[in-house]
């Protein structure tokens, strides 16, 4: 064989087996991605406080003038006495006046107790208490992904969209992502 035969012949096979090479090591290159098979939010229920206001209407009473019924008891027992006197005669009459006059106090006592009862205003009080209201929130993401076959599951606090990047044959998480490996 000539010598330039020879030289393209090796240069040849030379560059065929560096293609064969790096196509080979193109083959047995790790991926750059996992693919994400599942992305499933996590949630907990949050009792977020709010007031919650109405109007009542409240009855009240009147202040009362006389608390002890004076009124009532002086003018009951006058005309319980008044009363008393008009039955009877003689020793009979004072027993009668007298337990016309006892009867005629109680009487004037209950009397005015029940109109200062009855004495009353009605307002409008605003009144307010603390409800809760319940709401679902995100607190991450189980997540399934295929790498080099393989299924996993791991948890996110952010869901990571289609893919994972993979460096060194593991996930290449952002550093705020922490992570729990389940499987």
Excluded at 166 to 182: A, E, F, R, W
Aim: hydrophobic share 30%.
């Amino acid at each position: 064989m000539n010598k330039s035969m020879m030289i393209g012949t090796v240069l040849g096979i030379g560059i065929a087996t560096t293609g064969g090479a790096i196509a080979g090591y193109q083959y047995l290159k790790e991926p750059d991605f996992a693919e994400v098979v599942n992305s499933q939010p996590m949630t907990k229920d949050i009792k977020v406080p709010r007031e919650e206001c109405r109007d009542v209407t409240v009855t009240q009473q009147n202040p009362v003038q006389d608390k002890n019924r004076i009124t009532g008891k002086v003018i009951g027992a006058t005309i319980g006495g008044v009363l008393g006197h008009q039955v009877g005669g003689g020793n009979g009459k004072k027993a009668a006046t007298v337990a016309g006059a006892i009867a005629g106090g109680y009487a004037g006592d209950r009397v005015q107790d029940n109109m200062q009862k009855k004495d009353t205003y009605t307002t409008t009080e605003k009144r307010c208490s603390t409800v809760y209201d319940t709401r679902e929130e995100i607190t991450g993401y189980r997540v399934t992904y295929r790498l080099n076959g393989k299924e996993s599951v791991i948890e996110l606090p952010q869901d990571p969209g289609q893919r994972i990047p993979v460096q060194n044959g593991q996930l290449v998480l952002s550093p705020q992502d922490t992570h729990t490996q389940i499987r």
